[in-house]
């Protein structure tokens, strides 16, 4: 097959969580021990940082990789879903999986895919796996799909684990309470592997306590230990942050610069830095320069975008790919902080989310222009629209995610802002991006 057969056959052929559903998603473990068994077990062969959470885990993945690449190892990634390209879910040193490697090994595993019926998520582990093996990198983040006990990630054993926020998403797979998703979390704590948690959240601390003391596994909430502070306020055209850190109260660092700009990230450092310390323990050599290298030119060094991206100025347009309750709680504080004589919010959701508590958390004075991403998930435009009316947002339908971006862009003056989100697959249907 040629590598737009071979997408077409992985989209087509398996079934895919990020664009149908919860239909696609099948948990448990059992199908991905046996491909990466006939495989070979090319897990068994990596040193993995396992990262989970509800908020934060891609950003957090993406940095801890960066800093390492930044330190002179060969570093794989492995993230999901990707936003233009199939490829960008599997990284070597911020390169994605070449198209060549990914046609050959489907045509490979073919017949092992038609014996054990993978889903799609099941075979991208399981090619991430082989891909980094192959590649004999020094070290791979592993970002968890979905929860972390069922997820298909979980089969690794981990240096150490880090889990970055809890809140609610995917209610429909994880559980309606914050306790009932941490302990699907807490699912990847392992045996004797130390594991950090970003931030202390009294609804959730006692399920990690108590799940890290029935595996034995050392347990830190980083946020106890590493702070982060603001230097400046960036101007709302910036696209990096200068801070400084702490750890129990003592100078770590100073005057760094965080090439990402969104205020939520300042959570998501104490838990990267905690496990960077941690992986100092266990022999690497991680020195100032490198985390300063690599928390400033992260999108460089692993082509991270999407979280809270300037595309444009005068208006300034803004995109960020926060798609769930607290995600947009941050998104909106952010958008607070602007001087702006006006908001045109593009928006559009997918169909298995509590939109009726995001849209409760959106500013009624904004314009709104509703629109539908190009995946069957997403919520029809209309039916967003109406929702969102109940809750006394206003605005016209679109439909396609460009058409949308146009009228809000058109209808801006100089000195207004334009947002666009809602949905990791709002920002992916960009063409600017």
Known sequence: MTYAETLEYLYSQLPMF?????????????????????????????RCVHVAGTNGKGSSSNLLAAVLQAAGYKTGLYTSPH????????????????????????ARWQPLFAELQPSFFEMCVALAFSYFAEEKVDVAIIEVGLGGRLDSTNIIRPLVSLITNISYDHQNLLGDTLPQIAAEKAGI????????????????????????????????????????????????DEDSQQLLFTVDGHPLLDDVTLGLVGDYQRLNLPGVLATLDELRQQGFVIPEEAVREGLRDIRRLTGFRGRWTILGHRPLVVCDTGHNEAGIRFIVQQLARLSQRHLHFVLGVVNDKDVTKMLALLPKSATYYFCQASIPRALPATELAERAAEVGLRGQVYGPVPVAVAAA???????????????TFVVADLEEL
Do not use: C
């Open 18 to 46: 990020q664009r149908i559903g919860a239909t696609g998603y099948k948990p448990g473990l059992q199908t991905t021990e046996k491909l990466a068994a006939a495989m070979g077990n090319p897990e068994r062969r990596l």
């Open 83 to 106: 936003l233009k390209e199939f490829t960008e879910r599997i990284k070597v040193n911020g390169q994605d999986l070449t198209p060549d490697y990914l046609v050959q090994w489907v």
């Open 189 to 236: 704590i392992k045996s004797g592997v130390p594991v950090v948690i970003s931030q202390t959240q009294p609804e959730v601390q006692a399920m990690f306590e108590q799940k890290a003391a029935a595996e034995g596994a050392r347990l830190l909430f980083a946020d106890q230990h590493y702070r982060t502070e603001l230097v400046r306020v960036p101007a709302p």
């Open 409 to 423: 862009r058109a209808a801006a003056d100089p000195d207004d802002v334009v947002f666009i989100g809602g949905s």
